[in-house]
């Protein structure tokens, strides 16, 4: 199955810019919708964003609608996540998932996702 390898994490000041990576091997990728969670210290996980196995399809979480952007690139096995005009809030360990059924496009919780990263932190000072 899947393994998965977030990247692209770190410290950038409120209104700057990143791009996370999850890199994917050991499956056949384009099986899969991924989706991006984040766990901000004392805090519970939530959803940030999910796209379909063939990018056809994204779907974001409200607090981040129009300033992150998911894409992907199948022939790389990579799902990019950009994140524009971030803020404090948006400090978190950010975490990508694989699901070969399609749920994390329309499921907001995580617990039945069995393929993670291993997550990277991003942090937003203000």
Same mark, same amino acid.
């Given at each position: 199955?899947?393994?998965?390898?977030?990247?692209?994490?770190?410290?950038?000041?409120a209104g700057g810019s990143l791009r996370l990576s999850c890199a994917a091997?050991?499956?056949t990728?384009?099986?899969?919708?991924?989706?991006?969670?984040?766990?901000?210290?004392? &805090?519970?996980?939530?959803?940030?964003?999910?796209?379909s196995w063939s990018g056809g399809s994204?779907?974001?979480?409200?607090?981040?609608?129009?300033?992150?952007?998911?894409?992907?690139?199948?022939? &790389?096995?990579?799902?990019?996540?950009q994140m524009n005009s971030l803020k404090p809030e948006d400090t978190a360990v950010y975490y990508c998932a694989a699901d070969s059924l399609g749920r994390v496009l329309l499921r907001r919780d995580y617990n039945y996702l069995k393929l993670w990263g291993q997550g990277t932190l991003v942090t937003v000072s203000s």
């Open positions: 199955q899947v393994q998965l390898v977030e990247s692209g994490g770190g410290l950038v000041q091997s050991g499956g990728f384009s099986r899969y919708s991924l989706g991006w969670f984040r766990q901000a210290p004392g &805090k519970e996980r939530e959803f940030v964003a999910a796209i994204t779907v974001y979480a409200d607090s981040v609608e129009g300033r992150f952007t998911l894409s992907r690139d199948n022939a &790389k096995n990579t799902v990019y996540l």
